[in-house]
């Protein structure tokens, strides 16, 4: 049985007021050049914690997230695992990437059972999920494996309904994807009984992968390309995207419309019917949820389905592990148990956890391992702000006046004795790939740094401030010799992916003043955060966290 008990820290007592972790989400430390919209913005509140608390970089990306490889980015999700879990765990990438080498996925009963659904039914087998190699939310090798095994494992018919990217990789790269996905299609469809092709298709922003039910428009509209065949016919993918752009010059993938691909006489060549198997290949959970509730809940109120087909509905992942979304999956996701939050609430200490809609399950979901409810109301508060539904660019300042007058009025009600929140505007703007909004996104988030400094100092608190990872740090594309990318006018090519850059962590404790960095720890990583909060309580971190920043 765990022990549940944090023991009093012999060196520290703690502060006397609350501890606030403050996540800017997506505001990393850059090349301080002008691509670097973090570096460009005014930001004297950073410059000062900078200048004036105990300081250092974080790594934010690769292995120290659980990724892969340390090539590979850090994204919201792990970064938000690694935080409020206090260590690593093996991510969503690296777990599929292992199932399908090991053949695990292949062997297991969900794949098995999806192949003989469709020999059944004599029915097709459909891949749904974003068509990249950004390894945020997917794979494009995954997707290709599936299609191969699938192949061979004597599926006669598989329909790809593909969303296009431009966000976790270059921004108008979607063909390229487009490619490699119907050089394999055609390569299997050469052969004899076999017919496998794409079917429909969006941008990620428009089509399908809505998160925290911010806008279910976006998932219906998925619903009528994928599922009804509803949608602007196109002969082919690339006939889509090249006739979006020549309307709409500028536009970048991830902002493209639904489409659906329709054979000769206008027919859609892939709606999703009875009898059919569905496989979500996306391996991250929180846009993947709403089109898993879509097909599974037999009651469903968000928005006119018009038919809901009998199909056998997998995802790559299990996408919440307290709602078991859903039912059936390929690959089982890392348990991630005794986290920050549970030993808080084990040892009856209040804690506040707020955001705005495009990040609150991160400071919820994912800071908790995964779990989508809380541990104990009784020592919990969960405060949403709605989101606007407007493309961020528009309006960088997001809820950041808005979260911020809410934590501040929670926080002098002296209820809690540990506060997280996430600012999203360095993150939701920066993935826009607008230069200048993301200055304005950073700027706003360093105002309100400035409208919570002297709180925490008046209550005798601490506040961290860090971030997920990087993105507004770097709003240009880099060649492999690190020199800005030139498209064919000779113009920059913005960048809206995540960086592999360190993010920041400034520890501003004015009660504390001899508090400092213990330079000695390697490597310093999000997942050291987590012990960092509870040193400041006053508490001993539990052994199997990564140990704290500060040397006490």
């Known amino acids: 049985m765990t022990d549940w008990t944090l023991k009093k ?61 340390d090539a590979d980015m850090g994204n919201s999700e792990v970064g938000h695992n690694a935080l409020g879990a206090g260590r690593t765990f093996d991510q969503g990438a690296k777990l599929v990437d292992a199932a399908i080498r090991s053949g695990a996925l292949f062997a297991g009963d969900t794949w098995r059972r999806l192949v003989a659904r469709c020999q059944q039914h004599k029915s097709a087998l459909h891949f749904i999920g974003l068509l990249s190699d950004g390894n945020v939310h997917s794979h494009i090798q995954h997707l290709l494996a599936l299609l191969q095994h699938a192949d061979n494992d004597g599926v006669a018919r598989a329909r790809v309904h593909v969303l296009l990217d431009g966000r976790d990789v270059s921004e108008t790269s979607a063909l390229q994807y487009v490619e490699q996905l119907e050089h394999v299609l055609a390569a299997i469809s050469s052969k004899a009984g076999r017919d496998y092709r794409i079917a429909s298709g969006g941008g990620r922003q428009t089509t399908t992968m809505d998160r925290y039910g911010a806008d279910w428009r976006i998932v219906e509209r998925g619903w009528q390309a994928h599922v009804l065949g509803e949608g602007r016919p196109f002969p082919s993918t690339r006939a889509a995207v090249e006739g979006f752009r020549a309307e709409n010059p500028g536009v970048i993938d991830q902002d493209l419309p639904a489409f659906v691909i329709a054979d000769a006489s206008g027919k859609p060549v892939g709606p999703i019917e009875d009898g059919a198997s569905v496989v979500l290949f996306n391996f991250r959970g929180d846009r993947a949820i709403e089109l898993s509730q879509a097909f599974e809940k037999e009651h469903f109120s968000e928005f006119d389905r018009k038919r809901r087909p009998d199909v056998l509905f997998a995802g790559m992942m299990e ?215 509870l040193q400041l309580l006053g508490y001993q971190p539990p052994a199997h966290f990564e140990p704290g920043l500060l040397a006490l």
């Open 319 to 533: 996408y919440d592990g307290d709602l078991h979304v859903p039912a059936s999956y390929l690959v089982t996701p890392p348990t991630i148990e005794h986290t920050l939050g549970e030993y808080l609430v084990k040892n009856r200490v209040p804690q506040l956890a707020l955001s705005e809609t495009q990040k609150f399950g991160h400071v919820t979901y994912f800071w908790n391992g995964n779990r989508s409810g809380m541990f104990d109301a009784a020592y919990e508060t969960y405060l949403e702000i709605p989101s606007d539904r407007v493309s961020f660019d528009q309006r960088p300042w997001m809820k950041a006046a808005e979260i911020t007058d809410t934590l501040i009025a929670e926080l002098k009600t002296g209820k809690y004795r540990h506060a997280r929140l996430n600012y999203p505007n360095g993150d939701m703007v920066g993935h826009t790939g607008k230069l200048d909004a993301a200055v304005l996104a950073v700027e706003t988030v360093d105002l309100c740094l400035g409208r919570l400094l002297p709180v925490i100092a008046q209550l005798q608190g601490a506040l961290i401030v860090t971030a997920d990872h990087g993105n507004a740090d770097e709003m240009y594309e880099l060649d492999k010799q690190g020199k800005y990318s030139l498209d064919a006018q000779g113009k920059r090519r913005a960048k809206t992916s995540h960086t592999l850059n360190p993010v920041p962590l400034h520890v501003y404790a004015p009660s504390a003043p001899r508090l400092r960095i213990d330079t000695a720890l390697p490597r310093p990583r999000l997942a050291n955060v987590a012990a960092t909060t």
């Open 9 to 69: 820290h012999p060196q520290f007592s703690g502060v006397a007021g609350p501890v606030v972790v403050c996540v800017m989400d997506g505001v990393g430390v850059g090349r301080h050049d002008e691509g670097d919209a973090v570096w460009l913005a005014r930001k004297p509140n950073l410059d000062f914690l900078a200048a004036t608390t105990p300081s250092t970089q974080l790594v934010a990306h690769g292995t120290a997230v659980g990724m892969p490889s």
